[in-house]
Nanobody
C-alpha cells in the first residue's frame, strides 16, 4: 500500500484558484496512473483528473479547461491546479491510483463560496 497525503485545500471565492498537492509514501507511484478524485456531500466519489506514467492527462467534462494535473516524480508528488473555481467544485479532494486498489487518505477540503 502507498500512503497519499493531500494538502492545499481551503476556502476560495468563485473564480479563484487553488493548487492541491499529494505526496506519496513510495516511489512505486511513478509507474501507475494517478488521479484526483472528489466527493461532494451526498454524492459518490468521482474521478476528475488523471495522469499516466508517461504524462498523458485526462479530465472530467465538468473540469476540462479549468483544472490541470501534473506530477513530479522526483518529489513523488502529484498536483492539481484548479482555476476559475465554481461553487459546484466544493468537495473533499483525494488522490489515489486509477485502476489499482489502494487505501484512501484523509483528503483536503475545497470550499468555493462568496
Amino acid at each position: 500500500q502507498v500512503q497519499f497525503v493531500e494538502s492545499g485545500g481551503g476556502l476560495v471565492q468563485p473564480g479563484g484558484s487553488l493548487r492541491l498537492s499529494c505526496a506519496a509514501s513510495g516511489s512505486i507511484f511513478r509507474i501507475y496512473t494517478n488521479g484526483w478524485y472528489r466527493q461532494a456531500p451526498g454524492k459518490q466519489r468521482e474521478l476528475v483528473a488523471s495522469i499516466t506514467a508517461g504524462g498523458s492527462t485526462n479530465y472530467a467534462d465538468s473540469v476540462k479547461g479549468r483544472f490541470a494535473i501534473s506530477r513530479d516524480n522526483a518529489k513523488i508528488t502529484v498536483y492539481l491546479q484548479m482555476n476559475n473555481l465554481k461553487p459546484e467544485d466544493t468537495a473533499v479532494y483525494y488522490c489515489n491510483f486509477v485502476g489499482r486498489a489502494n487505501t484512501w487518505g484523509q483528503g483536503t477540503q475545497v470550499t468555493v463560496s462568496s
